[in-house]
């Protein structure tokens, strides 16, 4: 699935609507590119993009790091696209594929932004975490920025009445129950604890940059 139809709307208006279903969401993608650039060692870093999309990390990234060059992977060619189209020359490369199955060249940093919820099991995160660590090598960084729920029941349904009473702020009643409808279906978020855990059992050390709500920016130094 596209993630336009995941999301129920059309690519062109992936820019605008993302921020009506994610508060911050400039905030969280500035954060995650101020966090790698102080954590990186390279002035020049070779950076991997999981899940690309339109390239609005990677673009946040290159504003810090003007000399960094990116490697963007998606499996939706769309998005690809529309990546090319906003980075331009500073995409280095674009591979057409999921990035549980492309291959991870040796790189300086990887980022990801909303797209490691994608990924279904703890056994196949820490399958794509210890790839990565791999790639990394020693130094190396990832930084994930993605939404990681609560533990405990109560506090999980309060953060849902808060997305539904932000997506209100947009949408009607209706249209927001059938935005979260639909995302249920393959969205797989895990607590910050499980994946603070994952990352740790592939041999990474983290690190939280910035916390809102359930939104997260993760560290993990290889």
């Known amino acids: 699935m596209s993630a336009s139809a995941h999301l129920g709307i ?24 101020a966090a790698l650039r102080t954590a990186i060692r390279a002035r ?11 390239g609005g990390l ?15 992977i998606d499996e939706d060619a769309e998005m690809l696209a529309a990546a090319r ?22 790189c300086d940093a990887v980022v990801a932004s909303l797209a490691l919820h994608h990924i279904p099991t703890p056994a196949r995160r820490v399958r794509l975490f210890r790839r990565l660590r791999a ?3 020693r130094g190396g960084v ?14 999980l349904a309060a953060e849902r009445a808060t997305r539904m ?15 979260l409808r639909s995302w249920a279906r393959d969205d797989h978020h895990v607590t910050l604890e499980d994946e603070l855990a994952l990352l740790r059992r ?17 560290v993990a130094r290889a």
Not at 44 to 54: C, S, Y
Request: charged share 20%; hydrophobic share 45%.
């Open 202 to 218: 592939a041999g990474f050390g983290v690190d939280i940059a910035w916390r809102w709500r359930v939104y997260t920016v993760i």
């Open 135 to 137: 790639a990394l090598g």
């Open 85 to 106: 189209a906003r980075l331009g020359g500073r995409l280095r490369t674009a591979v057409h594929d999921s990035f549980e199955r492309a291959a991870i060249p040796r």
């Open 165 to 179: 009473k932000n997506l209100q702020q947009t949408y009607t009643a209706a249209e927001a129950r059938g935005f």
């Open 10 to 33: 059309d690519l062109a208006e992936y820019d605008a609507r993302i921020r009506t279903f994610v508060p911050n969401y400039e905030t969280m993608l500035g954060t995650a590119a």
């Open 58 to 72: 990677s673009a946040a990234c290159l504003e810090a790091m003007p000399r960094a060059r990116v490697i963007g």
């Open 142 to 155: 990832l930084v994930s920025a993605d939404a990681h729920p609560s533990s405990h029941p109560r506090l």
């Open 44 to 54: 020049a870093p070779l950076i991997v993009d999981l899940g690309i999309g339109t």
